[in-house]
């Protein structure tokens, strides 16, 4: 089974910067593309950010210019470094992971981690 552990989340003030990690059970060399989704009660689970195995990157709109992630894969890490938040960046993010198996494209989740973005 594997298992996608995010950390990192928190309260921080608008304009303020964090950085979330999301922690692989096995070797992300396995997933061809890693991300991050967040979603709001009420509201579609919106993409944030993906990176591929080979390090190719793609921002959402409403992120681009503030946002970065990267991946370790010495660590099996992900992470997503979050500068000048917004309240409305509000939200749970999560982990997602992606691979191939034969035929058939798997994609994980993780729980998930809370980002509240207020003065």
């Known amino acids: 089974q594997v298992q996608l552990v995010e950390s990192g989340g928190g309260l921080v003030q608008p304009g303020g910067s964090l950085t979330l990690s999301c922690a692989a059970s096995?070797?992300?060399?396995?997933?061809?593309?890693m991300g991050w989704y967040r979603q709001t009660p009420g509201k579609q689970r919106e993409l944030v950010a993906t990176?591929?195995?080979?390090?190719?990157?793609n921002f959402a709109d409403l992120v681009k210019g503030r946002f970065t992630i990267s991946r370790s894969n010495a660590k099996n890490t992900v992470y997503l470094q979050m500068n000048s938040l917004e309240p409305e960046d509000t939200a749970v993010y999560h982990c997602?992971?992606?691979?191939?198996?034969?035929?058939?494209?798997?994609?994980?989740w993780g729980q998930g981690t809370q980002v509240i973005v207020s003065s």
């Open positions: 990176i591929t195995s080979g390090g190719s990157t």
């Open positions: 997602s992971a992606r691979r191939r198996i034969l035929a058939n494209t798997q994609n994980y």
């Open positions: 096995g070797s992300i060399l396995s997933f061809y593309t």
